[in-house]
């Protein structure tokens, strides 16, 4: 986007109109703000699918998907009286022939750029600072890694408890209804999504007790209830703490969950997948650590994903195994 749409805003000096469908708009809320479309001369950010005023006098950015829906949208603009003086197109990914042929023929004297970007897709995590070399390479170099729990903080999160659409929904002591949306807005999800949950669990409780002392407030075991009666006396600390009671609560749910189910069902999977224990002795008999979890009240999904493991371990894949026969 900054390559291609924003480098080609810099080359005119007029203020221009940026029309976006559905999809461009939650991809480009993903990675930028108003003020910094309008640092770039976009002062009017609109739906392509709903009814505009015609502002003639003004070039259009249409980041658009390179659907029929879109481009007839686009043709309905500029066919009989153009809405605006001139278009910049841009597709998130190919655009087929007849589409484009469309466009060619009922508005070519209007377009003044027509590029495909290949962005057909929604970042899910900002960028790294550091620079970072991307290997692709086919699942069957690894098998093993996406069939075993993952113990840092947003991997727990996605794998064991209930979020909708990144958003976290909890109760209070009180028995309120909240929410928490995990994105890029929340810096502390950001700061701790990667970390261990064992670090999580640590520094959460530690930040409250700093804001906690800041305040005077005397320092003991921090707890959702601890922190309802602190945002109450102390309204100016109201965000911070709400922000790190959700936390708090969703690093326990994960805890907890770890606790019920996961700890063991994970030494097993280690075990498979490493070949030996966690004192360093050899797994003989992978069977034997397979049964528990087999006949433990499991899901069925975790007990597929300890299955599979089992069959990585003895060197096979699912179609040469008797289980998958039988």
């Known amino acids: 986007i900054k390559d291609t749409i924003i ?20 991809l480009l809320s993903s990675c930028c703000k108003m003020s910094d479309l ?42 009989t009286n153009p809405k605006y003086k001139a278009a910049y197109v841009y597709f998130t990914d190919y655009c ?7 466009m060619k023929l009922y508005c070519s004297k209007y377009i003044r750029v027509c590029k495909e970007i290949n962005i057909n897709f929604m970042p899910l995590e900002a960028q790294g600072k550091t620079q970072a070399q991307l290997l692709i390479l086919e699942r069957g170099f690894d098998p093993v890694s996406p069939l075993l ?8 999160v996605y794998d ?8 976290y929904k909890y109760k209070s002591k009180d028995g309120s ?25 640590e520094q959460i409780p ?29 309204p100016s600390i109201r965000k911070q703490l709400t922000e790190k009671t ?16 996961v700890e063991k069902l994970c030494k097993a999977e280690q075990d498979l997948a490493v070949g030996s224990d966690v004192e360093g002795l050899k797994v003989k008999d992978p069977m034997r650590t397979l049964l528990p979890v087999l006949l433990y009240p499991y899901s069925t999904q975790d007990k597929i994903r300890a299955v599979l493991l089992y069959i990585f371990s003895l060197g096979g894949s699912p179609q040469q195994h008797t289980l998958f026969n039988s």
């Open 7 to 26: 480098t080609d805003c810099r080359k005119s000096e007029v203020w221009k109109i940026m029309i976006l469908d559905p999809f461009t708009t939650k």
């Open 38 to 79: 309008m640092a770039e001369k976009i002062t009017i950010v609109e739906d392509l699918f709903k009814s505009r005023e015609p502002v003639p006098e003004m070039k259009a950015i249409y980041f658009m998907s390179p659907t029929a829906k879109c481009v007839d949208s686009f043709i309905a603009d500029f066919k």
């Open 96 to 102: 087929p022939d007849d589409l484009f042929n469309n």
């Open 149 to 156: 729990h993952e113990l840092t903080y947003q991997a727990m």
């Open 160 to 167: 064991l408890i209930d979020i909708q659409n990144d958003t």
């Open 177 to 201: 209804e909240k929410q928490a949306v995990l994105n890029e807005e929340d810096m502390l999800w950001v700061r701790l999504r990667h970390k261990h949950i064992a670090e999580v669990s």
């Open 206 to 234: 530690k930040m409250v007790k700093e804001i906690s002392a800041s305040k005077k407030q005397p320092d003991g075991k921090i707890t959702i209830r601890n922190l309802a009666e602190m945002m109450k006396k102390m």
């Open 246 to 261: 959700a936390h708090l609560q969703l690093a326990e749910d994960c805890m907890q969950c770890f606790s019920n189910n």
